[in-house]
C-alpha cells in the first residue's frame, strides 16, 4: 500500500473561526493553528468554542507540532485549552510568538510547552516527513504568514488568512515572488483563505482606512474614541500616529487591547511616539479636543468596554456630548444586531457615531475575488482545498479555481472532520473523524451532547417548575399532598390553578399506579413518574414545555 498525505481540518471550514487543520503523514503530525470560535446567541453562559482535538488524542506519540500563521484569536485563542493536552513544541511568527506566551503565562496554561519565534524563509525539519518554512503575506495584524510544508508526496501551500496590499500600514508586502517560485517548482495541494470569496474585485489598502480617521481625528470637536479588534495593531498605528499628528494624548481601554499594545510596542510591531501614550486618569486632566481612546467592543460584545460605555456601565468613562465614537470594524455574521444596539445607545447619548456603512473607517483583512485568482494562477496546485469560511465562502472558491482551470486533478470542498487522502495513486475522501465544537463554560468544557447546555436551552424558552412530592421512608408511599414551584414560566396568577390541578393529578397517579417501595424511590424511579406526569399534564394544559425538577422529601 502506497504511503498517504491525509489532510485532516478539525476546525474553521463550515464556519468562521476556530481555525485548526492537521496534516498526517506516516508517523508525523503537523497542525496548522488552534484557534477559537466566539459563541453566538442562543450558546447561553458559553465562553468559547474550541475545536474537538479526540483525533489528535488517539494519536498522541505521532503529533510533532503546531504551526501557527498570524496572532489572531480564531488562530491562537484555543492554545491555553489544547496544548496542555497535546504537549507539542509551537511554531509562531514573531508577534504571534508573543502574543501566545503572554496568553499562557496569563491563563497559567502549559508552562512548560515551548513556543518557537520563527522568520520568513527558514527551513524547519519537523519529525521525518515534514519541511516547514513559512512566506509573508498581508493581513490585519503584522507578522502575517502563509506556510509551505514540505512532504515525500510534494508541497502544500497553506496561505493562512490573507489579502494582498500594496501598500501596507508595516511596510512589509505579500511575498508573491517566493509563492510564484512554489508555484513552478510544482505544489501539491493548495489551502487558501475564502473567508471573502464572494466579494468581486479587490480589498481596498488599509492606507485608506489611515487617511480616513486622519480627518476623522482631525475633524473632531472633542474627545475621540476609536473601537476595533484589540489584536489590530495596524489599526492602532494608524490612531496612534492621527492622535499625534493632531496634537492628540491616546488611553487604551479594555484589558485585552491593553495587553496587546504592550507585547506590539515591546517587539518593535508598534511604535508609538513618546508621551502620546498615557494612562486613563491622566486623559481627564486634558481638554476633551486633545484626548483620543481607544477600546475593545467593535463586535458588540456583553462584557467588551465599548458596550459597557453605551450602556453606561463603564466605571471611567461616560459619554460627553461632543464626542465622536469611530467603530472600527465591520460586524462578524451574527453580531450585527449587537452592534446596531451599541451605535444606538451612543447616538442617544449624543455621541456622533462613524461606521463602516457611513465612512471609509475599516477595511477588511481578507482577499477578494481577483486576488484569490492570482494566488491560483501563481500556485497552479496539483489539488486545491478552500479552507477558513462558511461552506457558501469554500463554495464561491472552489468556483473560483474551477473557472480558471486550475487543480485539475481534484478541487474539494471539505468540512470540519472530513479527510481526504492524497497518495502517487490519486485522491479519495471517504473517512470522517470526530470535529464537533467544545464548548468553554468557565473552567469546565462541554461537547454537543452536554446535557446541561440542553437544560439551559429549555429554561430559556419555558422556565423551570420544581415539583415537590413527601414520602414515607419506611414505605416509600406518598405522604400529603404535591407541591409546585415555578420560575419563568407562568405569572403567579396564572399558576394558582394550575398547579393545585397538578397537585391532583400527581396525587393520583402515584397513589394508583405507583407501587411505592423505597428501593424505587432512592433509584430514581419516583423523581422520572413525577417528571413524567408534571410535563404531561402541564403540556396538555397550557402547551409550554418548561424543565420538571423533581424534588423528594422522605419523612
Excluded at 157 to 180: C, E, N, Q, W, Y
Amino acid at each position: 500500500m502506497t504511503s498517504q498525505l491525509r489532510v485532516i481540518p478539525l476546525g474553521g471550514l463550515g464556519e468562521i473561526g476556530k481555525n485548526m487543520m492537521a496534516f498526517e503523514y506516516e508517523d508525523d503530525i503537523v497542525i496548522v493553528d488552534c484557534g477559537v470560535q466566539f459563541p453566538e446567541e442562543g450558546m447561553f453562559g458559553v465562553d468559547l468554542i474550541i475545536p474537538d482535538v479526540s483525533y489528535l488524542m488517539e494519536r498522541l506519540d505521532k503529533v510533532r507540532a503546531i504551526l501557527i500563521t498570524h496572532g489572531h484569536e480564531d488562530h491562537i485563542g484555543a492554545l491555553p485549552f489544547i496544548l496542555p493536552k497535546l504537549q507539542c513544541p509551537v511554531f509562531a511568527p514573531r508577534l504571534a510568538h508573543g502574543l501566545i506566551t503572554a496568553k499562557l503565562k496569563e491563563r497559567r496554561a502549559a508552562r512548560d510547552s515551548v513556543v518557537n519565534p520563527i522568520d520568513p524563509g527558514v527551513v524547519h525539519q519537523i519529525g521525518q516527513a515534514f519541511e516547514v518554512s513559512w512566506f509573508r503575506v498581508c493581513h490585519s495584524i503584522p507578522d502575517a504568514m502563509g506556510i509551505a510544508v514540505g512532504t515525500p508526496l510534494g508541497t502544500i501551500i497553506h496561505t493562512g488568512d490573507f489579502k494582498i496590499d500594496h501598500t501596507p500600514v508595516d511596510g512589509r508586502i505579500f511575498d508573491l515572488p517566493s509563492l510564484a517560485h512554489y508555484g513552478d517548482d510544482g505544489v501539491l495541494l493548495l489551502c487558501s483563505d475564502s473567508t471573502y470569496a464572494e466579494v468581486p474585485g479587490y480589498t481596498t489598502s488599509e492606507r485608506v482606512v489611515g487617511e480616513a480617521l486622519d480627518r476623522a481625528i482631525g475633524e473632531a470637536d472633542g474627545r475621540v474614541l476609536v473601537a476595533t479588534f484589540a489584536s489590530l495593531v495596524s489599526r492602532v498605528q494608524q490612531v496612534v500616529d492621527a492622535a499625534d499628528k493632531h496634537g492628540r494624548k491616546v488611553s487604551i481601554v479594555g484589558r485585552s487591547m491593553v495587553d496587546t499594545v504592550k507585547v506590539a510596542t515591546e517587539l518593535g510591531y508598534l511604535k508609538v511616539p513618546e508621551g502620546t501614550l498615557v494612562p486613563l486618569g491622566e486623559t481627564r486632566k486634558l481638554p476633551p479636543e486633545k484626548v483620543v481612546l481607544m477600546t475593545t467592543g467593535s463586535q458588540g460584545e456583553p462584557t467588551s468596554a465599548l458596550v459597557r460605555i453605551a450602556k453606561q456601565e463603564h466605571r471611567d468613562v461616560n459619554i460627553m456630548s461632543g464626542d465622536t465614537v469611530i467603530i472600527s470594524a465591520t460586524p462578524i455574521p451574527g453580531n450585527e444586531l449587537p452592534v446596531s444596539h451599541t451605535i444606538d445607545n451612543l447616538l442617544r447619548q449624543g455621541a456622533k457615531v462613524l461606521y463602516d456603512r457611513i465612512a471609509t473607517v475599516h477595511v477588511h483583512g481578507h482577499a477578494s475575488q481577483e486576488e484569490l485568482k492570482l494566488v491560483l494562477r501563481l500556485v497552479r496546485p496539483k489539488y486545491f482545498v478552500p479552507v477558513h469560511g462558511e461552506f457558501r465562502h469554500l463554495t464561491a472558491h472552489a468556483q473560483l479555481a474551477w473557472d480558471l482551470d486550475v487543480a485539475k486533478d481534484g478541487i474539494f470542498v471539505m468540512e470540519d472532520g472530513d479527510v481526504l487522502e492524497l497518495s502517487e495513486d490519486g485522491s479519495r475522501m471517504e473517512d470522517h473523524v470526530s470535529a464537533g465544537p467544545i464548548f468553554v463554560d468557565g473552567l469546565t468544557t462541554r461537547d454537543l451532547q452536554s446535557p446541561v447546555l440542553g437544560e439551559r436551552r429549555s429554561l430559556s424558552k419555558d422556565g423551570v417548575v420544581v415539583v415537590v412530592v413527601t414520602t414515607d421512608k419506611q414505605n416509600g408511599k406518598l405522604v400529603g399532598e404535591p407541591a409546585a414551584v415555578a420560575s419563568g414560566f407562568l405569572d403567579e396568577s396564572e399558576t394558582g390553578n394550575l398547579f393545585e390541578e397538578l397537585s391532583v393529578a400527581l396525587a393520583q397517579e402515584l397513589t394508583s399506579n405507583w407501587s411505592g417501595g423505597k428501593e424505587n424511590s432512592e433509584n430514581g424511579g419516583l423523581k422520572a413518574k413525577v417528571r413524567e406526569t408534571a410535563r404531561s399534564f402541564i403540556a396538555g394544559s397550557v402547551r409550554r414545555s418548561p424543565m420538571i425538577i423533581p424534588v423528594v422529601l422522605e419523612v
